[in-house]
């Protein structure tokens, strides 16, 4: 009965490789997105969906490329993995991606870049 | 410029010890402020937020946080700590768009 769950939970690979990351969430919301937390453990949205429409997009390199293929799922994509993606990335959700909705996060994937 | 600040970096505190956590936006547009706990090794949820109305927001596990419109702040406080309290709390902000903007986190550890 998890809200929202992602896959894989650890992911550990080599510079210029190509993975995946998925998203789940089952709470019905038509708004979900992508944030990277560095080792400072500061947090960045990256992207945004909502019925399935892109609608945050921020400075991001175009190696990042997400993929809403319903409104349920959000899976991330990232092309020549490099160092400076090790990080760990979350997915979140909530109801209408108002300025007043609460986000409903993910357990995290943590991404290592050898 | 609208940013969000966490005034404390680390917050080391005994247990049963009250605790505050101090945040503070720089904005000239209206807010919308929430403050996120994340336990070791999970991901974000919601302690309290505030939208409008009374200036005391009660949260869930014990906590609160009051909004001050003059000094734009929104400060958490806990009466009394417990060790399962230990993780990082994050201020969050809504400007006048849809994106949260992060503090860059407190870490409270509590020791017993």
């Known amino acids: 009965d998890t809200a929202v769950s992602q896959t894989p939970k650890y992911l550990v690979t080599q510079m210029g490789n190509d993975k995946s990351i998925k998203c789940e969430q089952n709470?019905?919301?038509?708004?979900m997105y992508w944030y990277k937390q560095d080792s400072k453990k500061f947090l960045k949205i990256m992207f945004s969906?909502?019925?399935?429409?892109?609608?945050i997009n921020e400075t991001v390199p175009n190696r990042f490329s997400p993929k809403s293929p319903d409104k349920a799922h959000l899976n991330l994509h990232i092309n020549s993995l490099e160092l400076g993606d090790s990080a760990v990335y979350f997915c979140a959700s909530s109801s209408k991606g108002a300025s007043t909705d609460t986000q409903y996060f993910g357990p995290g994937t943590r991404l290592t870049v050898l | 410029a609208q940013s969000v600040t966490q005034l404390d970096s680390q917050v080391p505190v005994f247990e049963e010890a009250p605790v505050e956590l101090r945040c503070n936006y720089s904005s000239s547009v209206s807010v919308y402020l929430f403050w996120y706990v994340q336990y070791p090794n999970q991901g974000l949820q919601l302690l309290l937020k505030y939208l409008s109305g009374s200036t005391l927001v009660k949260g869930i596990n014990g906590f609160e946080a009051e909004f001050n419109k003059s000094q734009t702040s929104f400060h958490l406080r806990k009466p009394s700590v417990h060790i399962s309290d230990t993780a990082e709390y994050f201020c969050?902000?809504?400007?006048?768009?849809?994106?949260?903007?992060f503090g860059a986190g407190t870490t409270v550890t509590v020791r017993a």
């Open positions: 969050a902000v809504t400007f006048n768009d849809y994106k949260l903007s």
């Open positions: 709470l019905g919301h038509d708004t």
């Open positions: 969906y909502n019925n399935k429409e892109l609608i």
